[in-house]
């Protein structure tokens, strides 16, 4: 029973049961240096829920990124703001759609730890960028533990969380041959990461030279790559790069899936509707909601060029912050090859922010 407790049990893979507590509307508790915090996902609070836990304390907080209170206070810092003089639908309406907080509102600047690595937490749920939090007190982890024991609370070291992507690996599932318009060779190689987070995949157009491919990293996109949609440039991104591939020597494509830039597809769905209904573009969309420009991480794409034993490539990209990122990973890329797929009128005005705000060449 201890071997089966050491490799499956309650100690193992703790956050990625934290990021399920939190996606399940559970709240965990995180502790650094003798410092705890009880977290729970402001998105997915209800009166219920909101009612337990001002009635647990008169110390419950709201924290709000930098980017947030930027929209509805003017701050530029993570701050909390005090949730038990606030409502049900105050707390909805600071999460994504006002532009101020209450006059009332009772608002501090936060540089704990233990803030910043819950807003991490409930950002790897794809959830909101807010949580509800409150400072608990034990007096050491041993009574930490015992009392999450008793109430059924997982509880997490922020250390863990800081770096469990050091921890991170991903294997192939299985592959298949593919059959595109435009590629008469090509390969579909599914990998799954040890997080519990979407696959992600290789897809080998023609037989490339792994000495020096030419490789795209493609981020997903449901509504631009499945849908049609023609207000990005993703899907006419995706088959040009097939069709490239395929009239050439062949190459790689990273399908990775994080989609909106990382963001997730409902937050993405929640910038849409900003960008629609209030004008903005897809930058200031995503800070409006509390998000950084890009929330990308190349660490997936990495593994899967590990697995391939592609230690340097061409990057097909306009984006020279994949080259950057890539190259921290300890790639050299030899050579970045614009991927141009010109504009219309649908999708102008978000090609010139990403060459005007997020740095794409033209």
């Not at 647990?56 to 929209?71: I, Q």
């Not at 909101?128 to 997490?156: H, K």
């Not at 494509?253 to 900003?274: D, M, T």
């Amino acid at each position: 029973m201890n071997l089966i407790g050491r490799v499956f049990g309650f100690g193992n893979n703790l956050v990625e049961r934290a990021v399920l507590e939190i996606r399940r509307c559970a709240p965990v508790v995180l502790h650094k240096s003798g410092k705890y915090a009880l977290v729970f996902p402001s998105e997915l609070l209800e009166e219920h829920s909101f009612a337990t836990l001002t009635e647990f304390s008169s110390k419950l907080y709201l924290l709000l990124t930098g980017r947030r209170m930027a929209a509805v206070a003017g701050g530029c810092a993570l701050s909390r703001v005090l949730a038990n003089s606030l409502t049900l639908a105050d707390i909805a309406a600071a999460l994504s759609t006002s532009t101020s907080l209450p006059p009332d509102a009772q608002v501090t600047s936060s540089n704990s730890p233990l803030d910043c690595h819950a807003i991490d937490l409930v950002k790897l749920a794809k959830l909101l960028p807010s949580a509800l939090v409150v400072d608990m007190e034990f007096a050491n982890d041993g009574e930490m533990e015992q009392w999450c024991t008793q109430n059924g609370v997982l509880c997490l070291a922020c250390d863990a969380l800081s770096g469990y992507r050091k921890e991170y690996r991903l294997h192939e599932v299985c592959r298949s041959d593919l059959f595109l318009h435009n590629a008469p060779v090509a390969k579909i190689l599914v990998y799954r990461s040890n997080l519990g987070e979407p696959e992600h995949y290789a897809i080998i157009i023609g037989n490339p030279s792994f000495e020096n491919p030419v490789v795209r990293l493609h981020s997903s996109c449901y509504t631009g790559d499945l849908l049609g949609s023609v207000s990005c440039d993703c899907r006419d991104q995706l088959l040009h790069t097939i069709q490239f591939l395929g009239g050439s020597s062949g190459g790689i494509v990273l399908y990775i899936s994080q989609e909106g830039r990382g963001i997730g597809l409902a937050n993405k769905i929640r910038a849409y509707n900003l960008q629609t209904q209030n004008s903005l573009d897809t930058v200031d969309a995503n800070r409006f909601l509390g998000f950084d420009d890009d929330e990308r991480v190349f660490l997936p794409a990495a593994r899967i060029l590990d697995e391939l034993g592609v230690s340097k490539f061409q990057m097909l990209t306009s984006n020279p912050s994949k080259v950057s990122g890539m190259r921290d990973h300890g790639f050299t890329v030899t050579k970045m090859i614009p991927l141009s797929v010109g504009t219309h009128e649908r999708n102008i005005g978000y090609i010139k922010t990403k060459i005007e705000r997020l740095g794409h060449v033209n």
